[in-house]
């Protein structure tokens, strides 16, 4: 058995609207009481548990938080859980202290437990069916939300995409002006290698070094440069228009200025219902085209060489800040590590000290005086002229195999990049070759030969 998270956008009415964001508020309500408690409960010298604090909140909510009962009780019950695992996480020094949750504009999420879920094909439930393998025949699946007396059922705005034997649990948030469940399912093996890619045995002899680029999204140290989506530049053209214009519609410009009240103008709100959502598109892109990337890069590769990057202290860095594809590396990390540890791919991580973009692919010289502007990397004791990226991403794939400094990588025929190649272009992902390079002028008299 596997369990996989599977994410769907839901389509609920305005009152269903009305339920969920109450149901956010209770979860983030209990929550903040319980950090609370927690506190008062470790300063008067008690032992402060995930459980016990549930008890409190539970002997008090009827009188204190009758509203609470308008909702899934499921909306509270794990917000203390979470406190609970928050801790845990602290005192393991994983991540601070937890902080209580503000009401930022369109954030939060709740907790379905299992026994809660109730799919129906229908939006009144009748044919309703629970946590059994789905049939795909109506037009739509509703789920529903627990304790709304009328109109419960939410449309889904697909089906659930897998066979799966059973519904763990699910989380409903809010982003963008969205509403989404995330249902964590538990499917068969079999069912996993259905619907998803997994590596052939014959890529596990492949390594490769990925690097981050500047005018591309990443280089692969045999040769193919990975082009940033169109649609994402469009899109942030839009959003710097957007929020040029917003800037100018009538809002409270400082803090003094929304503590005397002033208001916003409904224009002002319009455009930044505009703004949320172009920001929202851009996320989606960016997404959805690092998930197309991380895997094919963990199915077709065993063995992944990428820079541990200190992604904090890059985006100081005004300059590759912009970049996009420097913006979502910590995100795109995140995919590889975890899509290779289900198809057995090995990661190194090299040091983010490690001089990649300096030091030259083929000598070993390193160049202190490489500025983000040179685009060519070239090397003044062997003459070694490449693309400065492409020599980066050679230099990690060299962390990979020990590679000797001064000898050659052994050269990927073109032969070898046609199955990635078409992977890429079948995914609508571009690419290109790398401009410079010892192994570009090999590859072009091959195109030639071909062409002739
Ligand atoms: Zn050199």
């Given at each position: 058995?596997?369990?996989?998270?599977?994410?769907?956008?839901?389509?609920?009415?305005?009152?269903?609207?009305?339920?969920?964001?109450?149901?956010?508020?209770?979860?983030?309500?209990?929550?903040?009481?319980?950090?609370?408690?927690?506190?008062?409960?470790?300063?008067?010298?008690?032992?402060?548990?995930?459980?016990?604090?549930?008890?409190?909140?539970?002997?008090?909510?009827?009188?204190?938080?009758?509203?609470?009962?308008?909702?899934?009780?499921?909306?509270?019950?794990?917000?203390?859980?979470?406190?609970?695992?928050?801790?845990?996480?602290?005192?393991?020094?994983?991540?601070?202290?937890?902080?209580?949750?503000?009401?930022?504009?369109?954030?939060?999420?709740?907790?379905?437990?299992?026994?809660?879920?109730?799919?129906?094909?229908?939006?009144?439930?009748?044919?309703?069916?629970?946590?059994?393998?789905?049939?795909?025949d109506g037009k739509h699946q509703y789920i529903r939300l627990p304790n709304m007396k009328?109109?419960?059922?939410?449309?889904?705005?697909?089906?659930?995409?897998?066979?799966?034997?059973?519904?763990?649990?699910?989380?409903?948030?809010?982003?963008?002006?969205?509403?989404?469940?995330?249902?964590?399912?538990?499917?068969?093996?079999?069912?996993?290698?259905?619907?998803?890619?997994?590596?052939?045995?014959?890529?596990?002899?492949?390594?490769?070094?990925?690097?981050?680029?500047?005018?591309?999204?990443?280089?692969?140290?045999?040769?193919?440069?990975?082009?940033?989506?169109?649609?994402?530049?469009?899109?942030?053209?839009?959003?710097?228009?957007?929020?040029?214009?917003?800037?100018?519609?009538?809002?409270?410009?400082?803090?003094?200025?929304?503590?005397?009240?002033?208001?916003?103008?409904?224009?002002?709100?319009?455009?930044?219902?505009?703004?949320?959502?172009?920001?929202?598109?851009?996320?989606?892109?960016?997404?959805?085209?690092?998930?197309?990337?991380?895997?094919?890069?963990?199915?077709?590769?065993?063995?992944?060489?990428?820079?541990?990057?200190?992604?904090?202290?890059?985006?100081?860095?005004?300059?590759?800040?912009?970049?996009?594809?420097?913006?979502?590396?910590?995100?795109?990390?995140?995919?590889?590590?975890?899509?290779?540890?289900?198809?057995?791919?090995?990661?190194?991580?090299?040091?983010?000290?490690?001089?990649?973009?300096?030091?030259?692919?083929?000598?070993?010289?390193?160049?202190?005086?490489?500025?983000?502007?040179?685009?060519?990397?070239?090397?003044?004791?062997?003459?070694?002229?490449?693309?400065?990226?492409?020599?980066?991403?050679?230099?990690?794939?060299?962390?990979?195999?020990?590679?000797?400094?001064?000898?050659?990588?052994?050269?990927?025929?073109?032969?070898?990049?046609?199955?990635?190649?078409?992977?890429?272009?079948?995914?609508?992902?571009?690419?290109?070759?790398?401009?410079?390079?010892?192994?570009?002028?090999?590859?072009?008299?091959?195109?030639?030969?071909?062409?002739?």
């Open positions: 058995m596997i369990s996989i998270a599977h994410k769907i956008e839901l389509k609920p009415n305005n009152k269903q609207k009305t339920y969920l964001c109450k149901a956010f508020g209770c979860s983030r309500l209990a929550y903040n009481w319980g950090l609370a408690e927690w506190k008062r409960m470790y300063e008067s010298g008690e032992k402060p548990s995930g459980r016990e604090i549930r008890k409190h909140f539970n002997a008090i909510k009827k009188e204190q938080f009758p509203f609470t009962s308008e909702v899934t009780k499921c909306a509270c019950d794990q917000s203390f859980l979470d406190l609970d695992n928050a801790f845990k996480r602290f005192f393991k020094k994983t991540s601070a202290y937890p902080q209580f949750k503000k009401k930022k504009g369109g954030k939060g999420s709740f907790y379905l437990q299992t026994d809660c879920i109730a799919l129906s094909e229908t939006n009144n439930g009748s044919k309703s069916f629970k946590n059994l393998i789905h049939n795909i009328r109109g419960g059922w939410v449309k889904m705005c697909e089906h659930i995409r897998f066979n799966y034997t059973k519904i763990n649990n699910a989380v409903i948030s809010q982003s963008d002006g969205k509403f989404y469940i995330s249902f964590s399912l538990e499917i068969t093996e079999d069912e996993y290698y259905r619907t998803h890619h997994h590596a052939d045995s014959e890529n596990k002899n492949r390594k490769v070094g990925v690097d981050v680029g500047i005018k591309s999204a990443f280089i692969l140290s045999d040769g193919i440069a990975i082009d940033n989506p169109k649609p994402l530049k469009n899109n942030l053209r839009k959003i710097k228009r957007l929020s040029r214009q917003l800037s100018k519609r009538f809002h409270p410009k400082t803090k003094e200025e929304r503590l005397k009240g002033v208001g916003k103008s409904n224009n002002y709100i319009k455009l930044s219902v505009q703004l949320a959502k172009a920001n929202g598109r851009v996320a989606n892109i960016r997404r959805d085209f690092l998930h197309k990337v991380t895997t094919i890069l963990t199915t077709h590769y065993g063995e992944i060489a990428i820079e541990d990057l200190n992604v904090k202290g890059m985006t100081k860095n005004h300059r590759l800040a912009q970049s996009i594809a420097d913006s979502s590396f910590g995100e795109m990390r995140r995919q590889i590590e975890y899509k290779a540890k289900t198809n057995g791919v090995k990661v190194l991580k090299v040091d983010q000290y490690y001089p990649s973009s300096k030091t030259c692919s083929v000598c070993g010289e390193k160049k202190e005086n490489l500025t983000l502007h040179d685009r060519i990397y070239h090397c003044k004791k062997c003459g070694a002229t490449l693309d400065r990226d492409y020599n980066a991403s050679l230099n990690l794939l060299g962390q990979l195999t020990n590679h000797k400094i001064g000898t050659d990588y052994p050269e990927s025929t073109p032969a070898d990049l046609t199955a990635p190649r078409s992977r890429f272009t079948l995914n609508r992902i571009a690419t290109s070759k790398v401009e410079t390079g010892k192994q570009h002028k090999s590859s072009v008299s091959h195109v030639n030969a071909m062409i002739l």
